[in-house]
């Protein structure tokens, strides 16, 4: 996504910057973020518990547990849910997974999966380990725990921020992204998406298929010289024909903006996958969770 930035003619911290104001704007709202990542300090981590320990409501982990209350796993109310796939987790040190879930302080739960997607103690496996000891990942296995991560995270949430990606270099079968959006398209339950194309990455792809053409800004999104592998291309035409399908079983989604079911109108859409603007972007989010929100108040 670096290169994209540059070619937008802009620079990492435009990609924080947004995702300072999208975690405020939830967190503010009194809502929970879930993040499917990894605790390096140079990714998005440190910039999430920043905006949590600011911002978050309701402190859900009292000092007053009783002795001998099981370990809260889940953490449902919790202003910011840090899940680790399988393999993620595996190459931290216990005494790394203890630090981080203690930085969360109040406002967080890390959260620690198996290989299949279900949540684990973090100390699972480590039973004859080192503190300072790290697990092994077999090969071949990085995708199969990132899509029981993608999984879990569908499973648990109610709607999805899809921004930048990687379209090549990923672990799996897919770029993440759009096995992301894939799953959220086949849950029985339809998770509202927002796309924020305007920081590159596979996410600008995807806001291109969208759009199909109508409008440029969508279309320059996207370097003309720049091609997707084989696994991505699959992979972006079978998302766009979920979402075509969408489409036709409805009857009311008459465009693949409408088909993200997000609240949005098609021009909101189009302003949120163009836009880097971290104001414009936050906004537009609340805007269409809160009008999703008015049509369950209606029916």
């Not at 796939?85 to 790394?96: I, M, P, Y």
């Not at 995807?206 to 053409?213: K, T």
Request: one cysteine or more; aromatic letters at 2%.
């Amino acid at each position: 996504m670096l290169n994209d930035l540059a070619r937008l003619g802009l620079t990492v911290h435009h990609h924080h910057l947004v995702l300072r104001a999208m975690a405020r704007a939830v967190l503010v709202h009194g809502g929970t973020l879930a993040y499917g990542g990894h605790l390096k300090h140079d990714g998005c981590t440190p910039i999430l518990m920043d905006e949590v320990e600011r911002y978050a409501h309701h402190p859900q982990r009292p000092d007053s547990t009783p002795a001998g209350t099981p370990p809260d796993l889940t953490g449902e109310r919790a202003p910011l849910w840090m899940v680790l796939a399988w393999n993620v987790h595996r190459q931290h040190t216990l005494t790394e997974l203890r630090d981080a879930d203690a930085a969360l302080s109040l406002h967080g739960r890390l959260r620690c999966l198996d290989g299949s997607g279900r949540v684990i103690d973090m100390a699972t496996d480590r039973q004859h380990c080192l503190a300072d000891e790290r697990l092994d990942v077999p090969e071949g296995m990085s995708g199969t725990a990132l899509t029981a991560l993608r999984q879990h995270l569908d499973q648990h949430t109610h709607a999805r921020v899809l921004l930048g990606g990687k379209r090549e270099g990923y672990s799996g079968a897919m770029p993440g992204l759009l096995e992301e959006a894939s799953l959220a398209l086949k849950a029985p339950r339809r998770r509202p998406l927002y796309l924020v194309g305007g920081l590159g990455g596979i996410a600008a792809h995807m806001v291109a298929g969208i759009d199909e053409g109508q409008h440029p800004a969508c279309a320059a999104l996207v370097n003309p010289s720049t091609k997707l592998g084989t696994n991505a291309h699959h992979a972006l035409s079978d998302f766009l024909q979920q979402l075509d399908q969408h489409r036709a079983t409805t009857g009311n989604e008459t465009t693949r903006w409408a088909a993200l079911a997000n609240g949005l109108t098609d021009d909101e859409n189009r302003l949120l996958a163009t836009s880097h603007r971290p104001a414009v972007i936050a906004a537009l989010i609340c805007r269409g969770l809160a009008a999703l929100a008015a049509r369950r108040t209606e029916t």
